[in-house]
C-alpha cells in the first residue's frame, strides 16, 4: 500500500520524525484543553439551571433564593445575561438604585456590545436624572442598532429633560407606593397567618386539657366508692365487735356462777 510504503521509506525519515512529534504535541494540547472547556461547559449548564431555579423561587414567593440563585449563576457563568436583569430588577424594586446601576454597569463590562444592557442602563441613569451618562450609553445601544425607533425615542426624552428636569414623570415614586403597599399587605397576612396558628394552639391545648379532666373523673369516681366502701367496713367492724362483747359478757356470767 502506498500510505505504508511512505511510512517505510529512509529517505523520508526526518519527515516521520517531525510528523510524530507534531502528532504527539497535537494529543497534548488537546488534552490540555478539553477539560477546562468540559468544565466551562458544566458551569454554564449549571448557571442556566439555577437561573430556572430562581424563576420557580420567584412564582412561589421565596424572593431571596431566587436572589441567591441568581447571584450563583452570575459567578458560574459571567457572560449569562439573565442573572443581571433579574438581580438589576430586584435592586430596582427594592429602591437600592445605585445598586441596580452598578449591576447593569458590571454586565456590559463581562457582555460587552449588547443593545438591550446599554439601553437599560440609560433608563437607569435617566431616572437617577444623570442625563448625561443615559444619552452617553443610548448613544452606544444606536450604535448597535442604528435604526432602532424606540432607542431614537428615548435620546429624544433624554435631550429633552435634561433641559426641562421638573417636567419628568419619574415611576420611582410610584415604584416607591406599590412597593411600601405590598410590603404592608405581606405583614399584615404575616400577622393573620400567626393569629390563625396561635387559636389553633390555643384550641388544642384547651381540648388537651378536657381530654386531661375526662381521664380524671373516673379516677376520682373510683376513689369516692373506696371511701363509701370504708365507712361500710368500719360500721361491720363496729357490729362484730358489739355481737361479741355481750357473747363474751355471757361467758364470764358462766364462769362466775360455776363455782
Same mark, same amino acid.
Given at each position: 500500500?502506498? @500510505?505504508? /510504503? ?16 507534531? =502528532?504527539?504535541v ?7 484543553l478539553? *477539560?477546562p472547556a468540559?468544565?466551562?461547559r458544566? &458551569? ?8 430556572e431555579?430562581g ?6 414567593g421565596?424572593?431571596? =433564593?431566587a436572589?441567591?440563585? @441568581?447571584a450563583k449563576?452570575?459567578?458560574l ?5 439573565t ?5 438589576? =430588577?430586584?435592586?430596582y424594586f427594592e429602591g437600592?438604585?445605585?445598586?441596580e446601576i452598578?449591576?447593569?454597569?458590571q454586565a456590559i ?8 444592557l ?7 441613569l @435617566?431616572?437617577?436624572?444623570d442625563f448625561?451618562? %443615559?444619552?452617553e450609553e443610548?448613544?452606544? /445601544?444606536?450604535?448597535l442598532?442604528?435604526?432602532?425607533a424606540?432607542?431614537?425615542n428615548? &435620546? ?12 419628568? @414623570?419619574? *415611576?420611582?415614586k &410610584? ?8 410590603l404592608?399587605?405581606?405583614?399584615q397576612e404575616?400577622?393573620?397567618?400567626? %393569629? &390563625?396558628?396561635?387559636g389553633?394552639?390555643?384550641a /388544642?391545648?384547651? %381540648?388537651?386539657?378536657?381530654q ?8 376520682? +369516681?373510683?376513689?369516692q366508692?373506696?371511701?363509701?366502701? /370504708? *365507712? ?7 357490729e362484730?365487735?358489739?355481737?361479741? %362483747?355481750?357473747?363474751? +359478757?355471757?361467758?364470764?356470767h ?6
Open positions: 500500500m502506498p @500510505f505504508l /510504503a511512505y511510512y517505510k521509506d529512509p529517505k523520508k525519515k526526518k519527515l516521520q520524525i517531525i510528523e510524530a512529534v507534531l =502528532a504527539v497535537g494529543i497534548a494540547v488537546m488534552l490540555w478539553l *477539560p468540559l468544565e466551562k458544566q &458551569r454554564i449548564a449549571d448557571a442556566v439551571e439555577l437561573c431555579f424563576h420557580q423561587m420567584i412564582e412561589a421565596s424572593i431571596d =433564593a436572589k441567591q440563585s @441568581f449563576a452570575m459567578e457563568d459571567p457572560e449569562l445575561l442573572p443581571y436583569l433579574e438581580l438589576g =430588577a430586584f435592586a437600592e438604585y445605585d445598586k452598578e449591576i447593569y454597569r463590562k463581562n457582555i460587552p456590545d449588547t443593545y438591550h446599554h439601553y437599560i442602563l440609560a433608563e437607569s @435617566f431616572f437617577s436624572k448625561d451618562g %443615559a444619552i443610548i448613544d452606544k /445601544a444606536l450604535i442598532e442604528p435604526d432602532n424606540i432607542a431614537k428615548f &435620546r429624544a426624552r433624554c435631550v429633552k429633560y435634561k433641559q426641562h428636569p421638573e417636567q419628568m @414623570f419619574d *415611576p420611582r &410610584r415604584n416607591k407606593e406599590r412597593r411600601d403597599e405590598l404592608k399587605n405581606a405583614e404575616h400577622h393573620h397567618e400567626h %393569629a &390563625r396558628h396561635s389553633e394552639g390555643e /388544642a391545648s384547651e %381540648a388537651h386539657e378536657h386531661h379532666e375526662g381521664e380524671a373523673q373516673p379516677e376520682a +369516681h373510683e376513689h366508692q373506696e371511701g363509701e366502701a /370504708a *365507712p361500710e367496713a368500719h360500721e361491720h367492724q363496729h362484730s365487735k358489739a355481737e361479741a %362483747a355481750p357473747e363474751a +359478757h355471757e361467758h364470764q358462766e364462769g362466775e356462777a360455776q363455782p
